[in-house]
């Protein structure tokens, strides 16, 4: 695989070499009179001689080179393999530490990543006629300097002798403006053989000289203005985003910026939901805000941490195994609609629980339309809705529907609350039946005789060895 790789990286520079060559100077003949030679060497990944236009800078020429040669290169095979890492070899050059030297004997020190940043020309000067660049060698992983903190870009950047401070936080972007108060970085430092390390602070705009493998951090006490919202959606004026602070905004808050309830809202139903799974594991159990990790975001991440979750809560549990399938689904229902059990019939009171609770960031809650009926469903004639009337019984809506099937099994009929889907036999007179609540009407087992025949049997085993038990213990009294 390498020998192939290195042919075919060997081949397409020859190919790129005369390609991008005949591609510039037969545009038309002007273009011919205006180009001048330029040679690259050192590790960029297509190194030999090259046309350029007189008005072309070092970054233009690079860039337009670069993307020709991987263009010309990535076209060359149809193996998948040697397709990857090919293009794993072309971009494995640095754009700091080139340097450029002309037939005057002249010598320039390019860092065309600074030049990206901040536009110093400095940087990215013209070419001239048998310019020679030579790309530095390219080995990130101990020729690195690397910053975190609070600068816009934290990260790893190559070292380049003589790197000062204020070159490796141009790199990073600069001081993020988001922090107040930045006078200061940390110094980390470890020795040759990695076994002891060193810290010392130096001011923000102290231009000290870095070493290769310091680590710089931009202390800074963090910031805590964030983008908090909750989702308020359905029967309320203005549903939307609501903006709340960190951790002291009450739900009744919310309710009032979003100009309250509307007269179609169902307080028996409302809910409120504290986002998804991971989040909720993250945030409630480790205090980590997912929104504020990009690099936890991948759905292997996200389901090492649910099942995670589910093992651990598990482990020391007394559940047994027949009882194990039910446990995990009430677990994963407990993570999914944390909140969800909230009675917002009494939120209008400004003193309630409820309307004290205090909400987070994605929570969302959902207020929807009253619905004047019952849903009735099973083994009923006419399964659907039936309007709500105050004070009728179960049995009423059973009517309502078309009355009960000859196989709906009459004792085991249930009433499921619309609010909080708690079953409830409705032989219980203290049930009210409300608007969204569901009446459930569960169908007879129809058994065959075998079925019969392999229950008794069972039984029939059983005392059988009940009766030898009995029988050899009277045995051995006598």
């Known amino acids: 695989m390498i020998k192939k790789l290195l042919l ?12 991008i ?15 001048i030679s330029v040679t690259v060497g050192g590790t960029f990944p297509f190194k030999g001689t090259f046309p350029a236009l007189i008005t072309e ?9 670069y993307n020709e040669a991987v263009d010309i290169t990535l076209r060359t ?9 090919a293009k794993e070899q072309v971009v494995r050059f640095s754009l700091r530490g080139i340097k450029l030297k002309r037939v005057t004997g002249e ?4 860092d065309l990543q600074k030049f990206r940043l901040n536009g110093n020309f400095e940087n990215n000067p013209y070419l001239k006629n048998d310019d020679v660049i030579i790309f530095p060698p390219y080995d990130i992983t101990t020729n690195f300097i690397s910053v975190s903190g609070a600068v816009h870009s934290p990260g790893r950047f190559y070292y380049v002798e003589g790197d000062r401070l204020s070159d490796i936080l141009d790199l990073a972007g600069g001081v993020n403006p988001a922090y107040e108060n930045v006078d200061s970085t940390e110094i980390i430092r470890l020795s040759y053989d990695g076994l002891n390390q060193t810290s010392f602070k130096v001011g923000i705009n102290d231009n000290i000289v870095l070493q290769r493998g310091d680590q710089v951090r931009v202390k800074a006490l963090e910031t805590h203005k964030r983008n908090f919202q909750v989702l308020i959606l359905g029967e309320v004026n203005s549903p939307g985003n609501i903006p709340i602070t960190k951790n002291n905004t009450r739900i009744y808050d919310v309710i009032q910026a979003a100009g309250g309830f509307t007269d179609q809202a169902s307080l028996r139903r409302a809910k409120l939901y504290t986002g998804n799974s991971l989040a909720i594991l993250l945030e409630k159990q480790y205090g980590i805000n997912l929104a504020e990790q990009p690099d936890l975001e991948n759905a292997q991440f996200r389901n090492t941490i649910v099942n995670l979750e589910a093992i651990l809560m598990f482990r020391m549990s007394n559940v047994y195994p027949e ?47 009253i619905k ?35 196989l709906a099994e009459g004792n085991d009929i249930m009433v499921i609350k619309g609010g909080s889907r708690t079953w409830i036999s409705p032989l219980n007179t203290e049930v009210k039946i409300e608007e969204g609540d569901y009446i459930y009407v569960p169908k007879q087992i129809l058994r065959s005789l075998r079925s019969y025949v392999l229950e008794y049997s069972i039984y029939i085993s059983m005392l059988a060895s009940v ?12």
Not at 21 to 35: C, E, P
Not at 77 to 85: F, H, V
Not at 334 to 362: C, H, M, Q, W
Not at 470 to 476: H, I, K, T
Request: aromatic residues 10%; negative net charge.
């Open 8 to 19: 075919l990286l060997f081949i397409c520079t020859g190919i790129v070499t005369s390609q």
């Open 21 to 35: 060559s005949d591609n510039n100077l037969q545009n038309n003949s002007l273009l011919g009179t205006a180009t």
């Open 57 to 65: 800078r070092i970054d233009e020429f690079i860039t337009r080179l």
């Open 77 to 85: 095979t149809n193996d998948p393999e040697l397709y990857r890492k």
């Open 107 to 110: 010598e320039l020190i390019i």
């Open 323 to 369: 009882d194990s399938t039910y446990f995990f689904m009430e677990n994963q229902l407990r993570v999914l609609t944390e909140g969800s059990s909230l009675d917002f019939t009494k939120i209008n009171d400004p003193e309630s629980d409820i309307a004290n609770y205090i909400v987070k960031s994605r929570d969302v809650i959902i207020i929807p339309e």
């Open 372 to 406: 004047n009926s019952v849903y009735v469903f099973g083994q009923v004639a006419r399964p659907g809705h039936v309007n709500l009337i105050e004070g009728k019984n179960f049995e009423y809506y059973l009517d309502e529907a078309g009355g009960m099937g000859e």
């Open 467 to 478: 009766t030898a038990i009995l029988l050899a213990v009277l045995s051995l009294v006598k």
